[in-house]
């Protein structure tokens, strides 16, 4: 089983869509947990932390649920620059590391 | 600067040749990470420096990489008598501490071996 995985996609959705992605991860030690966006040729950035009592950002929520031991990223009203990779990303307990998932790619459609 | 700075943007080698890449972290942050990421692969962890401790080489995929950082600072990953399967985005990113926050990425070098 791998550490971090994630549904490669695509998911494509229409403008104003709601869409959701999970992720799981194999080791109930860990403890952090984020989502990053990824553009084509870009690097990642830091979308949100992902908290045990869940947490929004805008028209983002993640939501953390250990005893399944997944993460999940909602979009609500999908807009055209929705579209990315969304990479999924959990610590390496006892180090310093963190795992990342190869990402679901959403694609959002007029 | 304001953001993770990575130098060069592109390169392209011979096989065979030796390449140096640069990370200049964000003032202040004491930890750094170099990734690398293979065209429509996933993020894979390299080396880890924090602070003044001996860095984390677990994933140095073979001891024809290393990397140093200078002064806590400014980061040079080194790959040596490069391969073929050695081209790849190589990402840089840093954090305060143990990046209980995420990581800042830099946008990368782009290396590419002919």
């Known amino acids: 089983r791998k550490e971090v995985e994630q549904d490669p996609g695509p998911f494509n959705v229409p403008e104003g869509a709601t869409v959701a992605f999970n992720c799981t991860y194999s080791?109930?030690?860990?403890?952090?947990f984020f989502w990053y966006r990824q553009d084509c040729r870009k690097e990642p950035k830091l979308l949100m932390s992902?908290?045990?009592s869940g947490n929004e950002d805008g028209r983002f929520t993640a939501q953390l649920n250990r005893a399944s031991q997944y993460i999940s990223l909602l979009i609500r009203d999908s807009k055209l620059s929705d579209s990315a990779t969304y990479l999924c990303?959990?610590?390496?307990?006892?180090?310093?590391?963190?795992?990342f998932g190869t990402g679901t790619r959403l694609k959002v459609l007029a | 600067g304001a953001g993770v700075s990575q130098s060069p943007s592109n390169k392209v080698t011979e096989k065979g040749k030796d390449v140096e890449l640069r990370c200049d972290p964000i003032?202040?942050?004491?930890?750094l990470y170099w990734y690398r990421q293979s065209l429509g692969q996933g993020l894979e962890f390299l080396i880890y420096?924090?602070?003044?401790?001996?860095?984390?080489k677990s994933g140095l995929p073979s001891d024809r990489f290393s990397a140093e950082r200078t002064g806590g600072s400014v980061s040079t990953l080194t790959i040596q008598r490069t391969q073929q399967e050695d081209s790849a985005v190589y990402l840089c990113?840093?954090?305060?501490?143990?990046?209980?926050?995420?990581?800042?990425f830099g946008s990368g070098t782009r290396l590419t071996v002919v």
């Open positions: 990113a840093s954090s305060l501490g143990s990046a209980s926050y995420g990581y800042t």
């Open positions: 080791n109930s030690a860990s403890q952090s």
């Open positions: 003032s202040g942050h004491t930890a």
């Open positions: 990303v959990v610590n390496d307990p006892g180090t310093y590391k963190y795992i």
């Open positions: 420096f924090q602070g003044n401790s001996a860095p984390d």
């Open positions: 992902v908290y045990s």
